[in-house]
C-alpha cells in the first residue's frame, strides 16, 4: 500500500474509511485525478483530494485507511494541502463535514477551520435519518 496513488488503491482507502456513506469508485478518483483543477496530496494510506479554482480551494475528501489512523496523517495532511493550495494562489479555503463525524470536525476546527453554514439534512444514512452538514472556511495569511 505504500506510496501507492492510483485510483484503485485509493478507493480502497476511502471504502475502508467511510463507513457511513457511499464510497467513491477508483473510476470517480480517475476522473478527479485527470482534472487539472484537481490535487492529490498523500497516498494510500492517508490522501487528500484538493480542487482549487479562481484562489478557493475545496477540500472533496480526506481519508486515512484505519490501519494507520491515530497516527498524524490526517493532521499532517491538511497541513499539506493547505500549504500547496497556498502556494498555488488561492486564498480561501472551505470544506463539508457530516454533523456527526466527531474526529473529522476536530480535526478541522484545529486546523483553523470555522464554521460559516449549515445544510440540513445533507448526508443520506442507511436505515437513519439524513444528517447536516456543516460548511466550514478559513482564509489563508
Ligand atoms: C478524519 C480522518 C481523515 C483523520 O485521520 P487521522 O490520520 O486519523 O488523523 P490524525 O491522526 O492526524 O488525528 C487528527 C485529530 O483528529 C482527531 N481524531 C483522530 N482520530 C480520532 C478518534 N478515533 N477519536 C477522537 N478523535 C480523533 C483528534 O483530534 C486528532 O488529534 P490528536 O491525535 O492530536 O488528538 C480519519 O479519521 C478518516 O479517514 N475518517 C473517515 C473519513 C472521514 O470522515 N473523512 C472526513 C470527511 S469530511
Redesign the pocket.
Known amino acids: 500500500m505504500t506510496e501507492d496513488t492510483t485510483p484503485e488503491a485509493l478507493a480502497a482507502t476511502h471504502a475502508a ?2 463507513t457511513q456513506s457511499r464510497p467513491w469508485t477508483a473510476a470517480e478518483i480517475a476522473d478527479l485525478l485527470a482534472d487539472r483543477f484537481t490535487h492529490l496530496s498523500g497516498d494510500a494510506r ?1 490522501f487528500a483530494l484538493v480542487r482549487e479554482i479562481a484562489g478557493e480551494a475545496e477540500l472533496l ?4 485507511h484505519p490501519d ?9 495532511l491538511m497541513e499539506t494541502w493547505m500549504r500547496k493550495a497556498a502556494q498555488r494562489g488561492a486564498t480561501t479555503a472551505f ?4 454533523e456527526d ?4 470536525r ?2 478541522y476546527l ?1 486546523c483553523g477551520f470555522g464554521l460559516v453554514g449549515i445544510r440540513k439534512a445533507y448526508y443520506p444514512r442507511p436505515k437513519a435519518a439524513a444528517v447536516d452538514a456543516l460548511l466550514m472556511k478559513r482564509q489563508f495569511p
Open positions: 474509511a467511510f492517508a475528501t480526506i481519508a486515512t494507520h489512523q491515530r497516527q498524524g496523517h490526517g493532521r499532517r470544506l463539508e463535514v457530516a463525524n466527531a474526529v473529522a476536530t480535526l484545529a
